[in-house]
């Protein structure tokens, strides 16, 4: 994203938020269920960093939509609440423990029939 033009707010949101989950997956020594699927629940919400440059480069970030149009540009800055990024956040965490849980049924079936379990 940095490559295309946008700010250094993704770079800089994928670093922490990898970062993160990565601690987390040490603290459960890389084995634990519970800890890896906390983990990939958290490495989820590195996409949310896209968004957040509308509150943390504002200015910038209105810059680069306003190609897209003055009424997008307004609508977006409308929509981009402080408020609203709890949501995206909350959606992307729980979107990556209804994944992680799919990937383990799928991994445990096709792994059980293969024999390596």
């Known amino acids: 994203m940095v490559a295309m033009g946008h700010t250094y707010v993704p770079l800089v949101h994928a670093i922490i938020v990898m970062l993160v989950a990565e ?8 084995k634990s269920l519970r800890y890896n699927l906390i983990s990939f629940a958290i490495f989820n919400t590195w996409i949310c960093g896209s968004l957040m440059q509308m509150l943390l480069a504002k200015d910038r970030y209105i810059e680069m939509c306003m190609m897209m149009g003055e009424e997008y540009t307004t609508a977006l800055e409308k929509l981009i609440t402080y408020q609203n990024m709890t949501f995206v956040y909350l959606g992307a965490i729980i979107g990556g ?11 445990k079936k096709h792994f059980e029939r293969a024999g390596i379990i």
């Open 97 to 107: 423990l209804v994944g992680g849980y799919i990937g383990k049924i799928l991994l």
């Open 23 to 30: 601690l987390v997956r040490k603290m459960g020594d890389y």
